[in-house]
């Protein structure tokens, strides 16, 4: 009495579109299928704003997902899950003014190493509020003077002293090699 052996293959992409659109009943797909795995894609930078949001207060309204019967979804696919569509892209360096502020939509010390000194200063130069220049610098641990870190202080003060330490974190880095 010989038995059949059973053979488990992973179907992902194209080879899995392949199985399920060639044509088979519900039925014979279903005894065919063993188990389902769904992965969720999260957005980037999804976790640092909820806990900079939770960090913060909330005290700005965020914008509420439209319920699922009118969320406009993309074609369900033949194993009867829906995908959802990617969310839209907006302008990283100027935040929406009822959304929180993301503190790492990008990074200081990155951008000043492929751009130098220039490039970051327009990328500075596009937010525009002294809290939110504070945030990012604290955030990504760069060390601002005492007199620029709180009080009253201009927004060219700040984003000169962020540029000065960014400077110095990498003159210092470079140094150590």
């Known amino acids: 009495m010989a038995s059949a052996k059973a053979t488990t293959r992973k179907l ?11 044509g088979l009943s519900p039925e014979a797909a279903k005894a065919a299928v063993t188990s389902l795995q769904v992965r969720k894609e ?3 930078l999804s976790r640092d ?4 949001r939770a ?8 914008p509420q997902a439209p319920p699922v019967s009118e969320a406009p979804l993309a074609k369900p696919a033949a194993s009867g899950v829906a995908e959802t569509p990617a969310p839209p892209l907006a302008n990283p360096t100027v935040p929406a003014p009822d959304v929180a502020f993301d503190p790492f939509v990008f990074g200081l010390v990155p951008v000043f190493k492929r751009e130098g000194a220039e490039g970051l200063s ?3 130069n596009g937010i525009g509020d002294i809290e939110s220049l504070r945030a990012m610098a604290k955030a990504q641990q760069i060390v601002l003077p005492r007199e620029v870190r709180r009080g009253a202080t201009s927004l060219e003060a700040v984003r000169s002293a962020i540029l000065a330490a ?3 974190r990498v003159s210092d880095r470079k140094a150590q090699l």
């Open 49 to 52: 704003l909820a806990r900079n």
């Open 12 to 22: 992902t992409g194209k080879a899995k579109d392949n199985f399920f659109d060639a």
């Open 166 to 168: 960014v400077d110095q």
């Open 55 to 62: 960090h913060a207060g909330a005290t700005a309204q965020t």
């Open 42 to 44: 999260a957005w980037p």
């Open 122 to 124: 327009a990328r500075l």
